[in-house]
């Protein structure tokens, strides 16, 4: 009888024990504040209760999946209801969660740990949590065991909840619920989904009506949502214009807008809104409620022609509407101009934000307009402003069906996109780039340029002369003067006769009256044979005075012998020039004259800081594009600031031919005013010099084909150490660096050991870069040398440099040290590459007593 009840005992004690570990393992010696526990969220019920004996039952609230790292956990609610006259423990309640004959102990999260007993007449909801194997409600069942030391292993079934294939932890659609989150009763229900399709991506847009019934703000920053699919897959949805304004006030019903972008393959059925918590403790992230999203649908953002989109900034209304639109042809692309016109029909001067406006077609791709004006619009009551949109577009898209895009501007309303491209990984997924959501889709009406020359095919004047089409013509700053810049093809109509293209001379002139000097044709191909049906391509460059306005331009191509004059081509186009072409940022510059085809990408752009100006510096790498060693086109080009303010760049450029493949490093730099180098773009094009391409060491008389890089300028930060410093195409090490100083000596003697190293796989030209050693000693002295590559330093390989410090003061220093500090100096403005400090060694003097 004793060894029985020794046994009992023993078995009751490890049992307790068992459990209070099962459910207090995870538990944290700070308690959670009970106004941040979240209400259960009470869906139908679909689950009988469980009896647990002694009046006590159990009820199952809740029941979800939820993916975490270490992979998916079942986290599950239980009402404890104690309808007898004794007080309860939890400690004796087992829940488990059994998935495919796998049984898994549950534990209670973090804010339920200090729940241990259910007093008499008590209700308390307990929320558990267990690591299953998958993230399927399907089949699971929860067990309730009961401890009973009469039974063998001392746990009685006391009965289970089977979690059937039609069972839903959201809320049905279009049901409201009552909840408690972050301490303030809320109810929620499902207003809308939407989904978003423009510029190749696919937004998910969720509306709730979210009503605050308690007494103070309510925000939902403590929890995360997330738009879940049926299969688990989730993606984390962002308030749509930021967090500050989800708060709502007591008693404040609210619609409130979350999103997040989704693939494009994923199936809009059967998703769900879910909010998170974490519990910090655990480690993990638990459901708080689910609510099923309506069907969805697709937002009309449509604005017919003429019609007014009304907007409303800073309270104030503002009705937005398309103008006037023309259009022209333009070899391959339509040039459309569109009128932007805002009006303030408010009492409050306003500033119209910086929205971004792309057109949409009707093939389904999006072009983006890039505007060259950064001068904000502001408008008083009842002032009406407008801009003026250029954009060249493909001409094989409906012209006739376009439409305008108006974006919110960076910053307002972006999110993190977070698209899944496998759709198989049931994690949230989160990146870091941001999207802005359109307001409106403007229409477009098709209104042709009569007067439009450019893009269009005239025939031949002459009956053995050439079919022309004017591609393009820009307005170029060069100098003291503007550029203008006229690109003609020229296409051979014959279908069995070759024409030769003459040498071919121009007059200019601009709105029939004045005759423009220094005009000139570039043509690769003149006296050469053009056959049948082919194209060839000539440019006409003249020049004007950068104040001068034109409205129309004529062109008179001919040829001469002697003083005789044969009439080529004559055409007459609008004084109406083209914008540059605006390369996106690490977009490389094409050369695509024959016998030169190169490409030039951006290396990297730095800016060397002065008194009173700083230096803005552009190394580019240009690559032959050529099957043989050809000497490359000479690049010219010109600093842009955002105000439209022109900077000649000085240009630096090998001469040495370049083999197939080959690489050269081109340097544009030029003073700018202090401050304004970050804002600056490079304009380049190809340099031409008496009626042909430039030659390395000739001036060049002008520029064409040119296009704008955006520049990525950069201050480089200085090294805390002298090791790998890079002084292209040179990377520079100090390797040892030895001060010594005899005492009572007035000399320190150093030695420095360069490392050098020479970047083989560019062809570089010596641009002026000045290398600079300063040397600091520890009585704060200073001095400077220029290290010479192949001089004072050996390039490649390692030198040691000697100097020697002298100072009267030196006699009395025990010990010391020396501080090196290597600058990048151009043009008399220096780069801290880097420095690093060094000990010298005081050798003392021998004691002539000491050794007797």
């Known amino acids: 009888m004793v060894n029985k009840m020794v046994k009992v005992t023993t078995a009751i004690f490890l049992v307790t024990i068992l459990a209070s570990t099962a459910q207090v393992k995870a538990a944290s010696n700070k308690e959670l504040s009970t106004s941040k526990i979240p209400s259960t969220p009470k869906v139908i019920k679909q689950f009988s209760d469980v009896k647990l004996g002694d009046s006590v039952s159990a009820a199952l609230e809740h029941v979800d999946v939820w993916q975490q790292e270490s992979g998916p956990v079942a986290v599950f609610t239980l009402k404890y209801t104690n309808g007898g006259k004794n007080t309860a423990r939890l400690v004796s309640y087992f829940p488990k969660v059994v998935v495919s004959g796998s049984v898994t102990a549950a534990n209670p999260v973090t804010r339920d740990m200090t729940k241990k007993m259910i007093a008499p007449g008590q209700t308390i909801i307990v929320t558990y949590y267990a690591k299953i194997s998958t993230s399927s409600l399907s089949g699971m069942k929860i067990a309730m065991d009961v401890w009973n030391p009469k039974v063998k292993g001392y746990l009685e079934r006391a009965g289970a909840y089977r979690v059937t294939s039609n069972y839903s932890p959201a809320v049905e659609t279009g049901e409201s619920m009552k909840l408690t989150l972050g301490g303030a009763p809320i109810t929620v229900q499902t207003e809308s989904l939407q989904i978003i399709k423009y510029n190749g991506k696919v937004m998910a847009k969720v509306g709730l009506y979210v009503t605050n019934r308690g007494g103070k703000a309510w925000s939902d920053h403590s929890y995360t949502p997330y738009l879940v699919t049926n299969n688990g897959t989730s993606f984390l949805l962002h308030p749509e214009a930021g967090k500050s304004d989800s708060t709502i006030q007591p008693k404040e019903k609210k619609l409130v807008y979350y999103i997040t972008e989704i693939p494009s393959y994923l199936k809009t059925t059967d998703l769900r809104f879910l909010w998170t918590e974490n519990d910090e403790t655990l480690k993990l992230t638990l459901p708080v409620a689910s609510f099923k999203l309506p069907t969805a649908t697709v937002p009309n953002w449509d604005i017919a022609p003429g019609t007014v989109k009304t907007l409303t900034l800073r309270g104030n209304r503002v009705d937005a509407k398309v103008g006037q639109t023309t259009v022209r042809a333009s070899g391959d692309q339509a040039m459309w101009n569109i009128e932007m016109a805002f009006k303030n029909k408010g009492n409050k001067t306003v500033e119209i934000p910086d929205y971004e406006f792309a057109i949409k077609a009707s093939e389904g791709s999006f072009y983006p307009y890039i505007s060259d004006n950064n001068k904000k619009l502001t408008l008083r009551p009842s002032e009406e402003k407008t801009i ?11 012209q006739d069906l376009l439409k305008l895009q108006m974006i919110e501007p960076s910053g307002f309303g972006q999110i993190p996109s977070n698209p899944d491209e496998t ?36 025939s031949a004047q002459t009956a053995n002369g050439f079919a022309y089409t004017l591609e393009s013509i820009q307005r170029l700053p060069w100098q003291e003067v503007d550029l203008v810049v006229a690109k003609l093809r020229l296409r051979n109509t014959h279908e069995s006769k070759s024409l030769l293209l003459p040498d071919l001379k121009v007059n200019v002139n601009a709105d029939e009256k004045t005759t423009l000097a220094n005009s000139e044709v570039i043509a690769d191909e003149q006296g050469s044979l053009i056959g049948p049906g082919a194209s060839t391509e000539i440019y006409v460059v003249t020049r004007i005075p950068y104040i001068k306005d034109i409205r129309s331009l004529r062109f008179e191509l001919f040829t001469q012998k002697d003083t005789a004059k044969t009439s080529f081509l004559n055409l007459t186009t609008s004084g109406t020039m083209q914008s540059i072409y605006v390369l996106d940022r690490g977009q490389s510059y094409l050369i695509e004259t024959p016998g030169r085809r190169a490409e030039a990408q951006e290396r990297r752009t730095i800016i060397y800081e002065g008194a009173d100006s700083d230096i803005i510096y552009s190394e580019l790498t240009m690559t032959s594009g050529e099957q043989r060693r050809v000497q490359a086109a000479q690049l010219k080009g010109y600093f842009q600031s955002a105000d439209g303010k022109i900077y000649e760049a000085d240009t630096v450029q090998p001469e040495i031919a370049l083999q197939p493949g080959a690489k050269q490093l081109v340097v544009f730099w030029a003073r700018v005013p202090k401050g304004t180098a970050n804002e600056m773009s490079l304009a380049l094009g190809t340099a031409i010099s008496g009626g042909k391409l430039a030659e390395p060491g000739k001036d060049a008389t002008g520029v064409f084909g040119v296009k704008k890089l955006l520049l990525s300028p950069a201050k480089p930060g200085a090294s805390s150490s002298l090791s790998q410093l890079n002084w292209f195409p040179y990377t520079i090490s100090v390797s040892k660096a030895v001060g010594h100083l005899q005492e009572g000596s007035s000399s320190v003697s150093l030695n420095i050991t360069f490392d050098i190293k020479r970047s083989e796989g560019l062809t570089v030209a010596d641009a002026g870069h000045k290398l600079i050693l300063v040397i600091k000693d520890s009585l704060g002295q200073t001095q400077e040398h220029t290290l010479t590559p192949g001089t004072d330093i050996q390039v490649p390989g390692t030198r040691t440099v000697q100097y020697v410090l002298t100072d009267e003061l030196y006699k009395k220093l025990k010990g010391g040290w020396f501080h090196l500090t290597l600058i990048d100096e151009f043009q008399n403005e220096r780069i801290t590459l880097g420095s690093q400090s060094y000990n010298v060694t005081v050798e003392l003097n021998q004691d002539p007593y000491e050794d007797k």
């Not at 003026?388 to 409906?398: E, G, N, Q, T, V």
């Not at 870091?432 to 269009?456: C, D, R, W």
Request: charged letters at 15%; zero cysteines; glycine letters at 8%.
């Open 423 to 458: 759709g198989n990984t049931p994690e949230a997924t989160d990146t870091t780039g941001t999207m802005n959501l359109p307001i409106a889709y403007f229409g477009l009406l098709y209104q042709a340029e009569h007067k439009a020359s450019i893009g269009v095919e005239y």
């Open 388 to 398: 003026s949109i250029d954009i060249s577009l493909p001409l094989h898209l409906r």
